[in-house]
């Protein structure tokens, strides 16, 4: 994976930002349509926010992830973020929309067409993954996770990623009293390829963050930098629409001067 110039996002990038995008509500009510009754949608991407974060707090970087991809993906793609106590919310939502025939019951057919993605942040990329190995039981495929600073929760394990998925990428940082998880790795490396482990260094390269508390400047300066990287989300951006667009692009992440490879 090569490298490229890390971006620094200013205050005036970030104000901008949240001027141009819908409301997340809007979004996900333009994806509700968008899947009709007679069909599944060629895509669904599921996100979950980090801590008590709400779903529609477009302070935060998932929830600005998803109104800025929901421009950029096929028409007919569903996106959508809940909070991370709502997977099996989530959970129902996807099997709801991958049964076109509304019989209650997932055929083989129906199953082979599902083209998913998760991500999620902090306490939400554990969820992403929770999720994932939900629908494994279910013998429902995703195409890839996607985890940025992932906290898990003590009875919840987002180390290990199950083999329905097929790539699998994971950034972290190491600063502050939160950080991420430094190593996912496949239950099976032969249907499952990580595409990384990446770390962020935001004491080499730090970021501005404005409408993070006073709180998560002090204590949790790495965790929140990690979820208002315009930069890092730009490239989880890219790499999401290379796998949604048809014809699938086996392109490469191209990770930030900042993010390295794990030991």
């Known amino acids: 994976?090569?490298?490229?110039?890390?971006?620094?996002?200013?205050?005036?990038?970030?104000?901008?930002?949240?001027?141009?995008?819908?409301?997340?509500?809007?979004?996900?009510?333009?994806?509700?349509?968008?899947?009709?009754?007679?069909?599944?949608?060629?895509?669904?991407v599921i996100g979950f926010v980090g801590g008590f974060v709400g779903h529609d707090n477009s302070h935060h970087g998932a929830v600005q992830f998803a109104q800025r991809i929901q421009q950029a993906v096929p028409k007919d793609t569903y996106?959508?973020?809940?909070?991370?106590?709502?997977?099996?919310?989530?959970?129902?939502?996807?099997?709801?929309?991958?049964?076109?025939?509304?019989?209650?019951?997932?055929?083989?057919?129906?199953?082979?067409?599902?083209?998913?993605?998760?991500f999620g942040h902090s306490w939400g990329a554990s969820a992403a993954v929770l999720l994932a190995r939900d629908l494994q039981r279910r013998h429902i495929p995703v195409l890839l996770t996607v985890q940025v600073d992932s906290v898990a929760k003590i009875w919840q394990n987002d180390s290990v990623i199950p083999d329905n998925v097929t790539e699998a990428v994971n950034f972290y940082q190491t600063q502050g009293i939160i950080h991420g998880r430094r190593q996912i790795t496949a239950a099976d490396p032969a249907r499952t390829e990580i595409l990384g482990n990446y770390r962020m260094d935001y004491k080499k390269s730090p970021l501005e963050c404005p409408e993070a508390s006073w709180w998560d400047r002090v204590f949790t300066p790495g965790h929140i930098q990690s979820e208002c990287d315009l930069h890092l989300w730009t490239q989880i951006e890219t790499l999401v629409r290379q796998r949604l667009s048809p014809p699938a692009a086996s392109a490469a992440i191209s990770p930030t001067d900042q993010a390295r490879p794990s030991p």
């Open 1 to 44: 994976m090569r490298r490229s110039s890390a971006v620094r996002v200013s205050i005036a990038a970030l104000t901008l930002l949240a001027a141009a995008v819908p409301p997340l509500a809007r979004a996900v009510d333009t994806a509700a349509v968008r899947s009709n009754a007679t069909a599944s949608p060629s895509n669904i």
């Open 79 to 118: 996106i959508r973020v809940f909070e991370n106590r709502h997977r099996k919310q989530a959970y129902s939502e996807v099997l709801r929309l991958l049964d076109t025939n509304h019989d209650g019951v997932l055929s083989p057919d129906e199953k082979s067409r599902a083209h998913i993605v998760l």
